[in-house]
């Protein structure tokens, strides 16, 4: 099983940027795909961005051009730039990572956007 290990998160005022870093303790290149999921308060939780390990990259429509995601193989660790940050954007973000026959979440880290 993957372990993923989220760091990154605290309190924005809007239209600031936070950078959310998610590390793996396996390679990275390894896994089929990785992405970051976010779960506000009474909400269903909604994929937010995600990574193949041939690097194609997919986003949810609400963060298409704010949010970037990324990987540095090297380090094992795949980050999510979130620029012009929106109240809206508040909620408990989630690494998860899809090996094909298993997937893996990590323990979620907090991101609150102040108006």
């Known amino acids: 099983q993957v372990q993923l290990v989220e760091s990154g998160g605290g309190l924005v005022q809007a239209g600031g940027s936070l950078r959310l870093s998610c590390a793996a303790s396996?390679?990275?290149?390894?896994?089929?795909?990785m992405g970051w999921y976010r779960q506000a308060p009474g909400k269903q939780r909604e994929l937010v961005a995600g990574?193949?390990?041939?690097?194609?990259?997919n986003y949810a429509d609400s963060v298409k051009g704010r949010f970037t995601i990324s990987r540095d193989s090297a380090k094992n660790t795949v980050y999510l730039q979130m620029n012009s940050l929106k109240p809206e954007d508040t909620a408990v973000y989630y690494c998860?990572?899809?090996?094909?026959?298993?997937?893996?979440w990590g323990q979620g880290t907090q991101v609150t956007v102040s108006s």
């Open positions: 998860h990572s899809d090996l094909g026959w298993r997937d893996s």
């Open positions: 396996v390679s990275i290149l390894s896994i089929k795909s």
């Open positions: 990574i193949t390990s041939a690097g194609s990259v």
